[in-house]
Structures are given as structure tokens and as C-alpha cells.
């Protein structure tokens, strides 16, 4: 086209061929009317017509002007094209990276598949080789723990996603585009949260059974948060206090065999192949050395320390991750403080949890403990038989004739009475709490045994077993906690803020009440004087104002000793156990009783004459105490019986909560 142009300008002459020159390009104008209207030339602007331009500057003027359209023709489809060209790229690239995870994940899959069906890890195994499995092993570890890593993130964004959805009601959240936004106080909108919160249980649950190990062991720590997690997650993942998994026999013949370095029928006489009991990270077999000793034997699953550090890493990544997903919904100012409790946790829990995967560390915990209570016959502890131990193998006493300690039927079959059960078990544990400093921080209803005492079979004996997770109270943390914990029953509230400010705590109120798992009256007191006489609705009043006061509870959280968390923790357990016996037990006054004997020694003194003597005389002094303070209390219920609350006293009580508040 331009070199048409160009072919009959140059013979243009401006005397003898206008007519020709203004005809032929009159004709081009035309034939290329629609090209020039689509890049917005206008034909009219160069005109063959306009006769007093002269021709060749009209002929230069069109010229220009449709050099500069093509021009930018041609630079735009070049851009078009190279646009195109780009997407494309990105669209193969893509498709190729797609590609490249899903064939890496099933090749991950299956060299996961293939390590354990060739059983490389093995002794016995015809594939087995040291060197290789030298080499192996990590690889393996990190394949593993990755393909772990990706279960419980993709299922935490998915919880995360769901609670986004529904209960944001942002204008950000595509859910209320096509829904009508509730109103978060209404019963439905409560009723969806409720919903939702078992919904994400289940997939929680589904994961903790799926990975097993150390997530065994959350999912159980989690059933027991009563009151800091919604009920639902409660009441869902509480089943796995009771579906622990296990392993199958050959596993278990080679972790003995990596262990000891001999099959089990060089080691044992008889071993059965089915477990008596299984637990978050081990199993029990009956076994019976070859001297006809019968033992128990706690076989370690060889995953659990396997994938520890990758589990403990995911653990807690996931939770940050639920923290933010979470809590940004109804507490966004608080996240900083949650999460770094989170932290403060994880710590506590990793140093727990890497002690109690070691069965020596174990076994020296179960000496000690029968060492601490060689005074008392009515608690056993079984020997542990120390050349069939290793750090995956625990090799003790069995014991005989025995129940849990929550099997009220059995409890009487064998002719005791539960609340004498409930009595010696919550006495145990808080001698160990405020007289030992030595406390076993996971007491449920499977680590107790109650059976008939070998020495007088008319008296119940309990039995503590999984001596694994424990936690050293030093006197500096014991001895102030045991006079803390007498201070509470005998209503001595000054003692109570003493030791309040001591550990920087300000609201002493809350913090008792989170103690003793115990809410205040009508009269703003705490009542301790029996923990039977909460029922569901004061339990809900209690977590009810938890929820409410959370950021109060979160700075006594981020000022309480950490030795708390374990105690907390096995006073949970207690509490529950307590109550699945009747709660017929005051488990308040028998802790404060062992408080007031344990706060007036040394641990190093425990068996000395002189702490004993000082802690019958402090057990003398708090009995007479709680004997004035139950006369009194009787004396004054009477009185209002008979006459009826003065209205002075109750103006008087008004005005000091009023004061209190203010």
C-alpha cells in the first residue's frame, strides 16, 4: 500500500499531471476508506480535494500521517503479541508446576509406601543394611514429616476458611454476599457457631487419629481444657481418651530388637502378641521373664520419636495459625498475648514431652516417686525390672486384680467404698504437690489402679502408673503455693493478696476462682467449702465469666509460674476423676490439709523427724482453724435461719463489692 503511494507520488508533476494525481489518489482514499477510519485517520484532514494546498505538500502531508498510523499499528500488535506470548508462558508454567507437585507428592507417597513394605528399618528384614539405612533414614524423616507438615496445614485453613466464612460478617467476606448477614446474638447465629465449632472438631480429630504420636497426646491434653475451648472440641476429641491406637506385633518385635539387640524369645519366656492397654505414644504386653516373672512390658511406637521434632515444629506453626484464624474474629487486640502464651506453652509441652519419651528418664521418676511415698501403704508404685529397660522399652512389676480408678461398679465389687477411693487418690496427689514438689502431671482414670492391698486386703491400695510426665516444684514455688492454698480455704484473704502480688498478679479474685475451679457467691466469697454442690449451670456461670474477663485472664496467664500449667493441668484431671466418683470427696480441704503439712519444710528435710514433727504441728493448727471456721459458719447460718439476714450486714456487703469493683 505504502509503496503505492510512494510509486505515484513520484510522478506527480505539479503543471501537466494534477488531474491524474488527484483522481488516483481519490481512488486510494476510497478503497482504503475503512482501514484508515479503524485507527482514527481522518481522510478529510488530507483531502485531494482541498485545491489551495499545493499537491505535493498534500501528498507529503498523507504520507506522514499514514506512516505514523502504521507505525503504531504495527508497534500495538506487537505488544498484543507479546502479551499473549507472556500469558502463555505463565499458563505453561503452571500447568507444568502442577504438574511437578502432584507427580512429587505421589512420589513421595510412594517411596513413604515402599521404605515400610520393604521394612528397611528392620534387623530381621532380608533388605536391611545399616549403612544404607545410615543414609535412608533422615530422607525418609524429612519426606515424612513434609507430607505430616502439609496434612495439618491444609486442615487448619480449612477450619480457618470455615470460621472466616461464617462467622465474619465483614463486607470483605463473600459468604453474606448471597446470605443476609445474622445477628451474632440471635439464637440461630449461636446455634451455627455451635455447629460449626463440632464440624472442626471432627476434622481435628480426624487428623490427631490419622498422624497419631505427639498428636495423640494434644488431642487428649485438649479434651481436658474445660472452660478455654468451646464444649464441643470437648466433647468430640474426649473419645480419644479411649481410642488410642496401636501397633501391630512385628513392630513390636523390632523395636525390641533395635533396642537390646536380641529377639523377644531370647528375652522373654512368653510374650503375647495382643496388647493389654495402649496409650498416645506406647503399648503394654503381658510377658513373663525367663525366671516366671510376670511383667508388663510399655513398648514405645517407633514413630512417635521418629517424626518428634517435625511434630512438635508443625504443632506449633498450626497453632499460631489457628490463634490468628481464630481469636481475629472477637479478640484481634489480644493476639500478641495469645500467641506468645501459645509459645510459653509449646515450650513447657516439648520439655515435658521429650522427658516422657524416654523410659529411662521414666524409670528414674518411678524410683523417686516410690522412694517419696515408702511411708505410705496404701500406695503402690510397681518395681521396674531395670536390665529389660531401654530408652523405647519399660519392663515392671504387672499388676494383678485391679481396675481404673473411675470403675465405681468393680471399686465395689472388690468392697470399698468410692468416696474413700476418691479420698486416697486426691491425697496422693497433693502430698506429691505440696509436700514432695515431685508431681506426675497426667493422672487420668487408665494411670490409677485401685485394687485390694496386698498387706491388708480389707483396705483399698492405689496404684500410679505411666510415670512419664512429671514436674519438680522447687521450695521457692511450694512452699508460698501451700500457704496460698491454705489461705483460700480458711478464707484468709489477706494471705490470699500477699501471695497475689508476689507472683504480679492483681485481681486476686479471678485468679483464686481459676485455681480452685471454683466460682464466688451471691456475697462475692469463694466457696470451698464442698465442690459437690456446683452443678452444670454454676460450671457454666464459671466459664461464662472467663470468657468474658479474657483479658484479665490472659495477664494472670502471662504472670503465673509456669509451674502451673502442669498443676493445673493434673487439678483438672482430679476434678473430673472426683466427680466420675460422685465428688462425694471435699477435694478442697484434703489438698489444703497435705498444704498445710508440706508448707513448713523442705524438700530435703521430707524425711527428717523435726520437718515431720513441725508438719503435724502446722496439720494440728490448720484442723483447729477449719474447726473454728465450720463452728462459726454454723453458728451463723443458724442465726439467719431463726432471724432472718440484718439489713445492715447486707448493705455492708454491697458496699465492699461495690468498693472492690470501683
Known amino acids: 500500500m505504502l509503496r503505492q503511494f510512494r510509486k505515484v507520488a513520484s510522478k506527480v508533476s505539479a503543471s501537466n499531471k494534477k488531474d491524474v494525481l488527484i483522481k488516483r489518489n481519490s481512488n486510494f482514499l476510497i478503497t482504503n476508506r475503512k482501514f484508515l ?25 498523507y504520507y506522514n500521517n499514514f506512516h505514523s498510523v502504521l507505525k503504531t499499528t504495527v508497534i500495538n500488535q506487537y505488544k498484543k503479541n507479546t502479551r499473549l506470548f507472556i500469558l502463555g508462558v505463565i499458563f505453561l508454567l503452571q500447568i507444568g508446576i502442577t504438574i ?74 463473600p459468604y453474606y454476599w448471597f446470605n443476609e448477614k445474622p445477628d451474632k446474638n440471635s439464637e440461630e447465629f449461636l446455634q451455627t457457631k455451635k455447629d460449626l465449632h463440632r464440624t472442626c472438631a471432627e476434622r481435628l480429630l480426624a487428623l490427631f487419629s490419622e498422624n497419631k504420636g505427639v498428636y495423640i497426646k494434644v488431642g487428649q491434653y485438649m479434651a481436658s481444657l474445660a472452660g478455654f475451648i468451646p464444649d464441643e472440641y470437648i466433647q ?24 537390646f539387640g536380641k529377639s523377644i524369645e531370647e528375652l522373654f519366656l512368653e510374650f503375647d502378641s495382643v496388647p493389654i492397654a495402649s496409650a498416645s505414644i506406647a503399648q503394654v504386653h503381658r510377658a513373663i521373664l525367663k525366671d516366671g516373672t510376670l511383667v508388663a512390658v510399655k513398648v514405645q511406637y517407633p514413630y512417635v520419636r521418629f517424626f518428634y521434632h517435625g511434630d512438635m515444629k508443625t504443632r506449633l506453626a498450626a497453632s499460631r495459625l489457628a490463634i490468628r484464624l481464630y481469636y481475629m474474629q472477637d479478640d484481634y487486640e489480644n493476639i500478641d498475648e495469645l500467641l506468645a502464651l501459645n509459645d510459653e506453652f509449646d515450650r513447657e509441652l516439648q520439655e515435658g514431652l521429650s522427658k516422657e519419651l524416654d523410659f ?52 465395689r465389687e472388690m468392697g470399698f467404698n468410692e468416696s474413700e477411693v476418691a479420698s486416697q487418690i486426691i491425697s496422693a496427689f497433693a502430698e506429691q504437690t505440696f509436700q514432695h514438689g515431685f508431681l506426675h502431671s497426667d493422672p487420668h482414670q487408665s494411670n490409677v489402679f485401685v485394687r485390694k492391698n496386698p498387706n491388708n486386703p480389707k483396705k483399698a491400695q492405689i496404684v500410679i502408673l505411666d510415670h512419664g510426665l512429671y514436674k519438680s516444684l522447687s521450695d521457692e514455688f511450694r512452699i508460698p ?17 500477699d501471695y497475689c502480688k508476689s507472683i504480679g498478679i492483681s485481681n486476686y479474685r479471678l485468679y483464686s476462682a481459676m485455681i480452685m475451679m471454683q466460682s464466688y457467691d451471691q456475697y462475692g466469697e469463694l466457696d470451698a467449702s464442698s465442690e459437690k454442690t456446683l452443678n452444670e449451670k454454676d460450671w457454666e456461670m464459671f466459664y461464662t465469666e472467663i470468657e468474658q474477663r479474657r483479658s484479665d485472664f490472659i495477664d494472670i496467664y502471662k504472670n503465673i509460674p509456669k509451674e502451673m500449667m502442669f498443676i493445673l493441668r493434673t487439678d483438672n484431671i482430679l476434678r473430673s476423676l472426683n466427680r466420675e466418683l460422685g465428688a462425694k470427696v471435699n477435694r478442697f480441704s484434703i489438698m489444703a490439709r497435705a498444704a498445710a503439712r508440706g508448707s513448713s519444710f523442705n524438700k530435703s528435710d521430707l524425711h527428717n523427724w523435726r520437718s515431720r514433727i513441725s508438719a503435724t ?42 468498693d472492690e469493683k470501683l
Open 37 to 61: 477510519s479503524e485507527r482514527s485517520f481522518s481522510s478529510t484532514n488530507c483531502s485531494l480535494k482541498q485545491s489551495n494546498i499545493p499537491l505535493r505538500k498534500q501528498a507529503s502531508a
Open 100 to 173: 511437578g507437585i502432584i507427580f512429587g507428592y505421589l512420589g513421595m507417597k510412594f517411596s513413604i509406601y515402599l521404605f515400610h513394605k520393604l521394612a528397611l528399618d528392620d534387623p530381621q528384614s532380608s533388605f536391611y543394611n545399616p549403612l544404607l539405612l545410615k543414609y535412608l533414614l533422615p530422607i525418609m524423616q524429612s519426606i515424612e514429616g513434609f507430607d505430616r507438615y502439609l496434612k495439618t496445614i491444609a486442615t487448619i485453613l480449612w477450619i480457618g476458611a470455615s470460621y472466616l466464612l461464617v462467622l465474619s460478617t465483614s463486607p470483605y467476606n
Open 236 to 259: 468430640v476429641l474426649s473419645v480419644m481418651r479411649d481410642r488410642a491406637p496401636t501397633i501391630s506385633y512385628e513392630d513390636v518385635k523390632k523395636v525390641i530388637h533395635q533396642d
Open 360 to 411: 529411662i528418664n521414666e524409670a528414674n521418676n518411678s524410683k523417686i516417686t516410690a522412694r517419696n511415698f515408702s511411708n505410705r501403704d496404701d500406695v503402690h508404685i510397681p518395681k521396674v525390672i531395670d536390665q529389660y529397660t531401654s530408652s523405647r522399652v519399660l519392663t515392671m512389676e504387672f499388676i494383678e486384680n485391679a481396675c481404673n480408678a473411675n470403675d465405681v461398679k468393680k471399686i
Open 481 to 497: 503455693y501451700a500457704k496460698f492454698w491454705v489461705s483460700i480455704v480458711l478464707n484468709d484473704k489477706q494471705g490470699i493478696i
Open 617 to 658: 504441728y502446722n496439720q494440728i493448727y490448720f484442723e483447729f482453724r477449719l474447726f473454728l471456721l465450720g463452728f462459726q459458719s454454723y453458728i451463723v447460718t443458724n442465726f439467719f435461719k431463726l432471724f432472718g439476714v440484718p439489713r445492715a450486714l447486707i448493705t455492708n456487703l454491697l458496699d465492699s463489692t461495690k
